[in-house]
């Protein structure tokens, strides 16, 4: 662990959060945990899971990041700590980790373009980590940040969106006992374009929210700007510029589906005002 801003005696602080301030060995899969989380699910096939994705940072394309991800480095990694906690600095993902036992869990993860995976996934729950580094009282939220690296990462050579991807979860959202700090699937390390080697996954909320190849956590007292709503909040009155974002987001079978239902209701709208009139 190296810690952000402070001198080798400053390392002393560590073992009282449960750090050992020591370099951290790889997690080991052999010894994970099975767990009953999705237990009566049947997982998606692995070459599916892992070829069909979205994951903008390698392109918008379903089978973009699988082909293009293979010149990323997921290793070595470091996460910074920030704000409002004792814990601030940047640590070896493998010493966030090191302390807890792999668990693996089955959840089915939901698209808001309307499809759904069942994935078996291995890491921690959040929680347990956010226990050790220290939240203090003015950690009302976790805001997170993905790794921006236009030279491995080739979707970010272009303005498909703002860039780093930013997300953020309530206090308790990332304290909640399901929400986990992923590092694998399918008893495997995460591959690049799942989101290696370290992500979210938050099985309640929509994928989007389980951000993918964290470098950053900051513990804020007031919300964040999140990418979906930044997205989401721009001018809806420009219809060309509403059908991209949408694009973007859905997919263009769901915008034309969209679109089809929002003319429905339009015309539905008008001919029952006619009637009113008349």
């Known amino acids: 662990m190296r810690a952000a801003g402070a001198s080798a005696a400053g390392l002393a602080l560590t073992p009282a959060l449960g750090f050992s301030g020591a370099a951290a060995t790889a997690p080991d899969f052999a010894d994970t945990l099975k767990t009953a989380y999705g237990s009566d699910e049947v997982p998606t096939p692995f070459e599916s899971v ?3 994705t979205n994951f903008c940072e390698f392109g918008t394309g379903k089978e973009d990041q699988a082909e293009n991800s293979g010149d990323f480095k997921p290793r070595p990694w470091t996460v910074s700590v920030e704000g409002e906690v004792e814990g601030t600095g940047i640590y070896d993902i493998d010493d966030l ?3 807890h036992r792999l668990e693996e869990r089955i959840y089915r993860l939901r698209c808001v373009e309307g499809w759904s995976m069942v994935i078996p ?14 939240p203090r009282a003015g950690a009302k939220y ?3 940040e993905t790794l921006v690296r236009p030279e491995e990462m080739r979707g970010q050579r272009r303005d498909a969106l703002e860039w780093p991807y930013v997300e953020g979860l309530r206090i308790d959202e990332a304290m909640n006992p399901l929400t986990l700090l992923a590092v694998g699937l399918y008893g495997k390390e995460l591959p690049n374009q799942n ?3 370290v992500r979210l996954v938050v099985p309640w ?7 993918k190849s964290i470098v950053r956590m900051s513990f804020v007292e007031q919300q964040q700007p999140v990418h979906f709503y930044m997205m989401i909040k721009a001018d809806f009155r420009e219809p060309i510029l509403y059908g991209a974002i949408l694009a973007a987001l859905l997919g263009v079978r769901a915008v034309v589906k ?5 003319k429905r209701r ?3 709208a008008a001919t029952a005002a006619t009637a009113h009139v008349a």
């Open 258 to 262: 969209f679109r089809r239902e929002a």
């Open 142 to 144: 976790v805001a997170f």
């Open 195 to 197: 989101g290696a080697p």
């Open 205 to 211: 909320k929509y994928g989007f929210k389980s951000i």
């Open 121 to 134: 996934w291995v890491g921690v729950p959040l929680g347990d980590v956010i226990a050790r580094l220290g």
């Open 50 to 52: 892992t070829t069909y």
């Open 266 to 268: 339009t015309t539905a």
């Open 97 to 99: 980790i090191a302390a």
